[in-house]
């Protein structure tokens, strides 16, 4: 299963609305979908797993959504420390392993 | 609060092995898997592999032919070896441990990498 984020960049200003898309190749269990975000020169760090859970700590300006094929990050109000690179992942059990998408990066405009 | 520490030499020859390493502390490696996952320069992440703390690993179809994931449960460590390197294998190597959760049966929930190493930078070179 392949994993497509859209936009490749999004430029938005602090305050504003991102909604970043991830579409796979076929239908996927959405409990086994996780989105990360990834700071230049650090570790990611987990968002949302289960395609719509919060992790712990994660502000509730994040938020997860989706089904099937499409899912969508959603950050409300966006925040100077929001601006990074956003991977979303899935689990697949046929055969068994995860795949990335190529991420979406969240730049300031 | 547990935490993950990568560790390895930061060059590797092509054609060589790569084996990294990766300490956890404040935690067990107990009841959990465990992840490898890499990211090349200026790309994205990629997936290599995880491991149960029973011993059981399964790879990424792509690197499965040189890939050994294993534990020492003495030390608290995971390690990674890659044969056969070449320049394709220079990434940032990280670390993660891999939330799963048995629900009963054969059904299970998955929580995400939910703690991850800051990783270890690793350049195949001569």
């Known amino acids: 299963i392949v994993l497509t984020q859209s936009p490749g960049t999004l430029s938005l200003s602090p305050g504003e609305r991102a909604t970043l898309s991830c579409r796979a190749s076929q239908s996927i269990t959405s409990r086994f979908l996780t989105w990360y975000q990834q700071k230049p020169g650090q570790a990611p760090r987990l968002l949302i797993y289960g395609a719509s859970s919060r992790a712990t700590g994660v502000p509730d300006r994040f938020s997860g959504s989706g089904s099937g094929t499409d899912f969508t990050l959603i950050i409300s109000g966006l925040q100077p420390e929001d601006f990074a690179v956003y991977y979303c992942q899935q689990y697949d059990a046929s055969p068994p392993g995860y795949a990335f998408g190529q991420g979406t990066k969240l730049e300031i405009k | 609060q547990v935490q993950l520490q990568e560790s390895g030499p930061g060059l590797v020859k092509p054609s060589e092995t790569l084996s990294l390493t990766c300490t956890v502390s404040a935690g067990s490696l107990s009841g959990y898997y465990w992840s490898w996952i890499r990211q090349p320069p200026g790309e994205g992440l990629e997936w290599i592999g995880y491991?149960?703390?029973?011993?059981?690993?399964t790879y990424n179809p792509s690197l499965e032919s040189r890939v050994t994931i294993s534990l020492d449960t003495s030390k608290n460590q995971l390690s990674l070896k890659l044969t056969s390197v070449t320049a394709a294998d220079t990434a940032t190597y990280y670390c993660?441990?891999?939330?799963?959760?048995?629900?009963?049966?054969?059904?299970?929930?998955?929580?995400?990498?939910?703690?991850w190493g800051q990783g270890t930078t690793v350049t195949v070179s001569s």
């Open positions: 491991i149960y703390h029973s011993g059981s690993t």
């Open positions: 993660a441990r891999d939330y799963w959760q048995r629900l009963g049966g054969s059904s299970w929930a998955y929580y995400g990498l939910d703690v």
